[in-house]
Antibody
């Protein structure tokens, strides 16, 4: 079955960077885009962007342009999201999610808590 | 960017009630609308895609409808396990945007 397994929780200081990984299994990694969504404590869901694992092409939400980089390593079926210049309001759970044509976000990773604190 | 507005933001309901949640898009999105359920501390769960198609394994008491700018999620008879927050998502274009969520609480 399709699974997305994310890396573990991180604690970072303001100004640092964090990289979260998302390892896919149970489907052909290069067939479906991987999106990243985050959720701040007590808040709603916020779309960050996506990566096409086949081409490596990306599309980022304007809010994160210049701070986010999404990459993939097809040899290990893993997508990653790096967020730089962290601020306290970047404290959130970060999710990866698979995206199929007409069926968005049908599978999700378990989430990775990123805490930004001095 | 397309804005998604859900209403109500929160509601109280009893087991057995019929519940309807509305999601409005700031411009037409055809039927490119999905619904998700999220319980506290859990990963969002897919419910409906293409406005009205139920994902496999989702109980038939859930249904979705709408096209263009107005969409609804209906729970025909609320069950104890349905108390959660519900989010709509448009996937007509980029950026994707979620509604702000509707929290369904026990009356």
């Amino acid at each position: 079955q399709v699974q997305l397994v994310q890396s573990g929780a991180e604690v970072k200081k303001p100004g640092a960077s964090v990289k979260v990984s998302c390892k896919a299994s149970g489907h052909t990694f290069t067939d479906e885009n991987i999106h990243w969504v985050r959720q701040a404590p007590g808040q709603g869901l916020e779309w960050m962007g996506w990566i096409n694992p086949n081409s490596g092409g990306t599309n980022y939400a304007q809010k994160f342009q210049g701070r986010v980089t999404m990459t993939r390593d097809t040899s290990i079926s893993t997508a990653s999201m790096e967020l730089s210049r962290l601020r306290s309001d970047d404290t959130a759970i970060y999710y990866c999610a698979r995206d199929s044509p007409m069926v968005p976000f049908d599978y999700w990773g378990q989430g990775t808590l990123v805490t930004v604190s001095s | 960017d397309i804005q998604m507005t859900q209403s109500p933001s929160a509601m109280s309901a009893s087991v057995g009630d019929r519940v309807t949640i509305t999601c409005r898009a700031s411009q037409g999105i055809r039927n490119y609308l999905a619904w998700f359920q999220q319980k506290p501390g859990k990963v969002p769960k897919r419910l409906i895609y293409a406005a009205s198609s139920l994902h496999s394994g989702v109980p038939s008491r859930f249904s979705g409808s709408g096209f263009g700018t107005e969409f609804t999620l209906t729970i025909s008879s609320l069950q104890p396990e349905d108390f959660a927050t519900y989010y709509c998502l448009h996937h007509n274009s980029y950026p994707r945007t979620f509604g702000q969520g509707t929290k369904v609480e026990i009356k």
